[in-house]
């Protein structure tokens, strides 16, 4: 009952808070314009806030886990490169192939994964996330560009890939964090209670934002790569991954941040990017609001599970 209470703890704040955002715009409280400007806030300002305080306040020893690290990024890598060879197979359209192969790898890890290792581990498993993040979120960009140009445009513009990731805040704000926890810089305790209490806004803000993006019109248009991305994303992946990582020893936070890495559903940037380059954007955001939809079922299945099974 216990494993029970914490997998819903987890799991359902973040549900209701996406219901907020949803009703709001059903009540025409907020509208589309207005949404975008806030998820470009949050995108720009606020996530880069909270990635940088949490990997600033991490502790070096615990967090910096080259074995998690490593394992991360090559699990992101063997997952991409598969699915360049399996999607291509199953769906002939360019602009949808680059779609597919982006939502099924990339995962909304840190607005919707963090909070749900928080919600099990608290404050110690932030840290452990944003160092993962780090390396991860780049990668994400790299090669969802790289998808997304390949499959709609049949060719890499590497310039802009190396651009995207340059100016990307998310990244600025990683390698920030890192060198200041290296290096050691202390910043004045009114800046970074600033940049903490700032940071936090960056969870619900983006979650409201998410609930109010959702739209399930043209689903049967997409119905068939739907349900591939959907299960891929958040059954496929975790189930092929969670036992690899089980079997080479992750426990834990550890484990945890791997598990939502891998199972958190599409990030809300893939719509964004899949617009910038000239992919299928609708099916894009369809793709992001069913795998978030229904990621609020999975997670709590994968959290009860590992709970039930003491592995976290």
Do not use: W
């Not at 999607?87 to 919707?112: A, C, H, T």
């Not at 963090?114 to 608290?122: Q, T």
């Not at 903490?196 to 983006?206: M, Q, R």
């Amino acid at each position: 009952m216990e494993n029970l209470k914490i997998a819903i703890n987890a799991v359902l704040p973040l549900f209701l808070t996406m219901a907020v955002g949803y009703f709001l715009r059903q009540i025409h409280f907020v509208d589309e314009p207005l949404l975008k400007k806030l998820n470009k806030l949050v995108f720009n300002v606020f996530l880069p806030l909270l990635l940088f305080i949490n990997i600033y306040q991490s502790d070096l020893e615990s967090s910096f886990r080259l074995k998690t690290i490593l394992t991360a990024v090559f699990s992101v890598l063997a997952l991409f490169a598969i699915l360049c060879a399996v999607v291509p197979l199953i769906e002939k359209d360019g602009p949808r192939r680059g779609v597919m192969v982006q939502g099924i790898f990339r995962s909304n890890y840190i607005l919707f994964g963090a909070p749900l290792v928080f919600g099990v581990f608290g404050q110690q498993g932030m840290g452990t996330v944003s160092v993962i993040s780090a390396f991860v979120v780049p990668l994400y960009n790299m090669l969802s560009v790289a998808a997304l140009e390949t499959f709609s445009q049949g060719r890499v513009n590497l310039n802009k890939i190396l651009k995207g990731i340059v100016k990307n805040p998310l990244i600025i704000a990683s390698v920030l964090g890192i060198l200041c926890l290296v290096a050691g810089v202390p910043l004045p305790q009114a800046v970074e209670k600033t940049v903490s209490d700032l940071g936090k806004v960056a969870t619900p803000l983006g979650l409201v934002s998410l609930g109010g993006f959702f739209k399930f019109s043209d689903t049967k248009r997409f119905f068939k790569q739907l349900v591939i991305v959907v299960t891929g994303r958040l059954i496929v992946c975790p189930a092929v991954f969670l036992p690899i990582f089980i079997k080479m020893g992750f426990r834990d936070v550890e484990l945890m941040a791997l598990a939502t890495m891998m199972g958190a559903p599409i990030a809300v940037s893939s719509f964004i990017m899949a617009q910038q380059q000239g992919a299928d954007a609708d099916l894009a955001g369809q793709a992001v609001a069913f795998t978030t939809l229904f990621s609020v079922f999975t997670m709590f299945v994968i959290i009860f599970g590992l709970k039930q099974m003491r592995f976290i």
